[in-house]
Structure formats: structure tokens, C-alpha cells
């Protein structure tokens, strides 16, 4: 993911709700974002900052807050999961490679402060 | 202020248009299939030559999207399609909204297919919907074998894989088996096309599914 791409988008997705919610003003914006996202923290706090600058009286100031959330793995051979930053694609309770993702990949919108 | 509860994922406005833009080319009755692929993958090649074998059947437009130029919408031209060249402003991808004003930009009354050719780039296309019906990958053989280890998500939201310059398959270290197993791994139902534009082999099937994804979009209410 690029961090630009991601600012841009989640103006735009907060712009619609400020219109559907008669919002004037974002004070903070909350984005969980995964764990194995590839969202990089700083970039995207720049660019948040940035964007900011631009984007007219609705995010004048508006803070970004990054929460993360953790990498699960799941096992298809052995059914059991696993945290996929320590482990990687291979199981540690079986050593298969028929694992995949289960969270992790996450870059959602999950509050805003507004008025 | 008050806090509001949202949930929602950071594309979910894009999302919106994108679904607005397919109701749009349904009405249209247009099908716009989203070209995705690393830089120099030959999407262009590929591109002139469905051009050359189907312009008598169908009636082909082409989105050349780059960060800068328009050295590919002139290639295209040169073959008799309809080109137009939308610039992504430094943007490493195309959105529904840069795609609606490109397809604004082009005469689709008198179209069947446009192809949008997105960025060289196997990672940011794949987050945005852009409003295509169908999403096809371009993979070519000097890329290597184990582009779908490193780009899962491209090979998992594609539709159909393109395999393309299989003709250089003598001078690489491409093991088709082994890409179409890992491929099929990540996406059980993806098509995939081995073919060499330049010499036409395995075009003829690339195309009768162009032509039929084509037909159910245009016939389907």
C-alpha cells in the first residue's frame, strides 16, 4: 500500500460522511491498520499531516490515530492458528505450508471525533 | 465533539462509485475489463494484438493510464482503436473516480470493450476498485516464477491471468506448473492464459474469453 493512495481515500470516504452526518469539522480520525497492512506509521502520519494542510476547513487539524491490530495465521492442515509476525507462512504446531491469513491486513476507518 | 462509530473500510466511498460506474456501463452496455501488471510486462503488446485479431467483431477503446507520457495511447491509435491517456497526477494507481472521467472523456456509444491499462504496479491496483467488470493479471515470463508468493492479493483479485512472452520460455527459469499450482492456490477459479503475443500462441483462447465475458455482460439483464 502507498501511503498517499490511503490519505487520499480516507478523506474521501470521511468527506461522505460529513456530508450524510452534517459534519464541519474532524477533530481525530482512528484507522486500525494491521499488523502485515504494509501501511509504514510515519509515512502515513505525514502525509495525513499534509493532506491536511490541503484539504480545506473540514480536517484543519484533524489528528490521525493509528491502532494496530495483530497478524493471525490459520492452519488448514492442523486447524489451529498462530501470530504470523513471529512464524511466518509456516505452521509452528504442525509445519505445514497450507496456512493463510486470517487478520492482520486490516486498514479500516473504526471512529472519528466530529461536530 | 462526539465520537461516531464507523467501521468502515478506508475505500468504502471509492467503493460507492465504483458500484455507480458498473450500473453506468451496463446501461452503456460497455465492459470495461482493468489491465493490471508490473511495469514492461508487454500489457501494451498484448493489447495491439487482441486489437488486430478482433476489430472486426467488436468495437475496442483503450484507457492508457501512466504517471506521466502518452507514448502507449499512440501505439494504440496507430491500430484504428479509440485511446485516450489519463495521467494519475504521481498517483502508483487508477480509482473509480479517475476512471469515470477518463471513460467521460470517450465516445461509448459507439463501443463494446475498453481496456483500462492500469500503472505498472503489482500492489496499490489491487486495493482500488475501479469500477471494471473484469479484472485481468499480466504475468510474463521473465518476471519469474514466484511473483504470486510475493503479490498474493493481485493473483487472488484477478479474474484471469495472462501468462505472457512465452516464446522467451527457452532462455528462463519460468516453471509454468509450478506458477499456474500456486496461482490456483490463492484463487481456485482464475482463468489463466499462457500466450505469446508476438508469435499469436494461445491468443485464440485469451480472446473467445474476452468475447464471451463481452457477450454475458452485453446479453444479461
Known amino acids: 500500500m502507498h501511503e498517499l493512495g490511503i490519505v487520499t481515500h480516507v478523506m474521501k470516504t470521511l468527506t461522505d460522511v460529513a ?22 506509521h510515519e509515512q502515513i502520519l505525514d502525509c495525513w499531516d499534509y493532506m491536511c494542510t490541503k484539504r480545506g476547513p473540514l480536517f484543519t487539524g484533524c489528528k490521525l490515530v493509528l491502532e494496530v491490530l495483530p497478524a493471525v495465521t490459520y492452519c488448514s492442515s492442523c486447524e489451529q492458528t498462530y501470530p504470523t509476525i513471529r512464524f511466518g507462512r509456516t505452521c509452528p504446531h504442525c509445519g505445514s505450508g497450507e496456512t493463510w491469513l486470517l487478520t492482520g491486513n486490516e486498514c479500516t476507518i473504526k471512529e472519528i471525533e466530529a461536530e | 465533539m462526539k465520537i461516531i462509530e464507523l467501521k468502515e473500510t478506508f475505500t468504502a466511498s471509492n467503493d ?15 465492459i470495461l475489463f482493468n489491465l493490471m501488471s508490473a511495469p514492461g510486462s508487454g500489457k501494451t503488446t498484448l493489447l495491439s494484438r487482441v486489437i488486430t485479431d478482433l476489430k472486426e467483431k467488436v468495437r475496442i477503446a483503450v484507457m492508457e493510464a501512466d ?7 499512440e501505439r494504440i ?18 480509482d473509480a473516480g ?9 465516445d461509448l456509444d459507439g463501443t463494446d470493450i475498453v481496456f483500462l491499462e492500469n500503472v505498472g504496479n503489482l500492489i496499490c491496483p489491487a486495493e482500488y476498485d475501479t469500477g471494471a467488470v473484469k479484472k485481468v493479471m499480466i504475468l510474463s ?13 493481485m493473483f487472488r483479485e484477478s479474474d484471469a491471468l495472462v501468462i505472457t512472452k512465452t516464446d522467451a520460455l527457452p532462455y528462463f527459469n519460468f516453471d509454468m506448473e509450478k ?28 480472446e473467445a474469453w474476452l468475447l464471451e465475458e463481452t457477450r454475458m455482460w452485453q446479453t444479461n439483464a
Open chain 1, 19 to 40: 456530508a450524510e452526518n452534517e459534519l464541519t469539522r474532524i477533530g481525530s480520525v482512528t484507522l486500525e491498520v494491521g499488523e502485515v497492512s504494509g501501511v509504514i
Open chain 2, 16 to 30: 460507492r462509485d465504483a458500484e455507480e460506474l458498473r450500473a453506468y456501463l451496463k446501461e452503456k452496455s460497455v
Open chain 2, 67 to 73: 504517471i506521466a507520457s502518452a507514448v502507449d495511447a
Open chain 2, 77 to 94: 491509435e496507430a491500430l484504428g482503436a479509440q485511446a485516450v491517456q489519463v495521467h494519475t497526477d504521481g498517483m502508483c494507481h487508477m
Open chain 2, 98 to 106: 479517475m476512471t469515470r472521467e477518463g471513460l467521460m472523456s470517450m
Open chain 2, 141 to 153: 515470463v521473465p518476471e519469474g516464477d514466484d511473483k504470486p508468493l510475493k503479490y498474493p492479493l
Open chain 2, 179 to 206: 506458477v499456474v499450482e500456486r496461482v490456483r492456490r490463492l484463487n481456485p477459479s482464475i482463468r489463466i492464459f499462457p500466450v505469446s503475443a508476438k508469435k499469436g500462441d494461445g491468443m485464440e483462447d485469451f
